[in-house]
């Protein structure tokens, strides 16, 4: 057997684990997160049959006509929900569109939360796709528990209180995205289905995507394949993380690259649940994370103020 590019935890050990097992969690996600900045996750509670039936869903909508599918595409919302057509997002360093499509889900506010509308947009639902909207609405909040652990294990991990994060993500700004990279039907223009780029939110959740092709470039400057294993997620850093801990814990640089030329014909479905705090969140630098060997690296700024820095340089927003 090859060997992993990522090290493989069991969320159940900790979430149901006695203190020894919690512990042994803590300190190979931390680890995880300070060398690779990814991980592979069993045992995180989401059940395989909404992931099929939200692939099989999200499939069905993505196969409607174009026309169709811009119907859904909102504007001024910088594709923070509905529809974002084909070749409208690039990587900050490239100038070339990505090879993908996408559908995003945020926030699904509770009436007791209605002083936040003006904050988060409705989601979006497609007629032609009834069933759509309440599994996206169950993938999301079964994503949002699974990655409210890890970070509670995380913050153990920095020696801050287990529930540290817990108030910042609750309502967070966080997004499922559904992305369709179509067949490739004729030589791509340098363009691969997703440059190389790093997330900027505080974790990602990407569920078995429907074919390979995502890459990670470790510490000897290599791109590596990341294969999960059936009903395995794989959880990385994003930029938030990182600045939190002041470059301790890792946003590590990743990539889709096509397919070799004899599977161009196959698209490629993934489903990554980029985990945001709300937008006052301060991303000032941990103090235990600044020390002699890793002097302080960035400003303060709030978690909003650095999305919008972001969603410009990557051209979803104006």
């Not at 926030?107 to 947009?121: G, K, M, T, V």
């Amino acid at each position: 057997m090859s060997k992993r590019a990522i090290p493989l935890v069991d969320l159940s050990q900790f979430v149901n684990g006695d203190e020894n097992q919690r512990q042994a969690f803590v300190d190979k996600l931390g680890q995880a997160f300070h060398e690779t900045g990814f991980v592979g996750v069993i045992g995180h509670g989401i059940p395989a049959t909404l992931i099929d039936d939200f692939y099989t869903s999200a499939k069905n909508f993505f196969a409607l006509p174009v026309d169709v599918k811009r119907r859904y595409e909102i504007e001024g919302l910088a594709g923070q929900r509905g529809y974002t057509s084909f070749g409208k997002e690039h990587a900050k360093q490239s100038e070339v569109p990505d090879l993908k499509e996408f559908f995003q889900i945020g926030q699904f506010l509770s009436p007791a939360d209605a002083h936040l509308r003006s904050e988060y947009p409705d989601n979006v639902r497609v007629e032609e796709e009834p069933t759509f909207y309440d599994l996206a609405e169950q993938l999301y909040k079964s994503f949002e528990k699974s990655g409210g652990h890890l970070l509670r294990a995380i913050a153990l991990h920095l020696d801050l209180p287990e529930n540290y994060f817990e108030d910042k993500i609750h309502n967070g700004n966080s997004i499922l995205r559904a992305i369709h990279y179509p067949p490739i039907t004729s030589e791509p223009n340098s363009a691969i289905r997703a440059e190389q780029h790093e997330d900027i939110n505080l974790i990602t959740l990407l569920v078995g995507a429907s074919a390979g092709g995502l890459q990670l470039l470790n510490k000897n400057d290599e791109w590596e394949d990341i294969l999960p294993e059936d009903g395995e997620i794989v959880i990385n850093v994003g930029d938030m993380l990182q600045r939190l801990t002041n470059n301790y814990l890792k946003s590590t640089t990743h990539r889709v690259v096509n397919p070799p030329r004899e599977e161009w014909h196959m698209p490629r479905l993934s489903i990554p649940f980029f985990l945001h705090p709300k937008s006052g969140m301060d991303l000032s630098c941990l103090p235990q994370t600044v020390t002699d060997e890793r002097p302080l690296a960035y400003e303060p700024i709030t978690a909003g103020e650095y999305l919008d820095e972001r969603l410009r340089e990557i051209g979803l927003k104006k």
